[in-house]
């Protein structure tokens, strides 16, 4: 059983942060170290609440995400990514309505691949690829996005952006 006591809940970085902007590194051997930061991160993700998170987020520049689509009356299933990388595309595509821990309170509607392989490691250095779709897929895009530096709003028209980006930083000035 999971001793919610001994996970910390993390700060999550929110542009413009320059850190969200770098691009990660890759992760050579999954330590305890690297096991703590992917269950805090999972911990972090439900209550903030989100669906995923990546590393860079929370101030790490490992090549890191945590994912978890399942409802709300589903048995929680997160994902533990360490290098993940998309192995194939479809040329179909699909839009969701994309939001970020890091972009506080925005929306926009974001076109990606509709369905993706993704390869990565688990927390044990088992080698997986898995095939996804639907939000899985878009979340998985998402948040390999942030490993490179990319946030959703990079996605969108420049006018949309430079309205999300006052907005932010207006928001991180009355804070
Ligand atoms: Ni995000």
Known sequence: MKRVS???ILDILTAPDPLLKKKASPVEKVTDEIRTLMDDMVETMYVAPGIGLAAPQVGVLKNIIVVDVSGNDEDPHPYKMVNPEITWASEELATYEEGCLSVPESFSEVERPARVKIR???ENEQEHEIEADGLLATCVQ???????GTLF???ISRIKRSIIMRKLTKMKKMA
Do not use: R, S, T
């Not at 998402?142 to 490179?148: F, K, P, T």
């Open 120 to 122: 990565y490691m688990d």
């Open 153 to 155: 709003i990079d996605h």
């Open 142 to 148: 998402h948040e390999i996005d942030h490993l490179n």
């Open 6 to 8: 001994d996970l910390a």
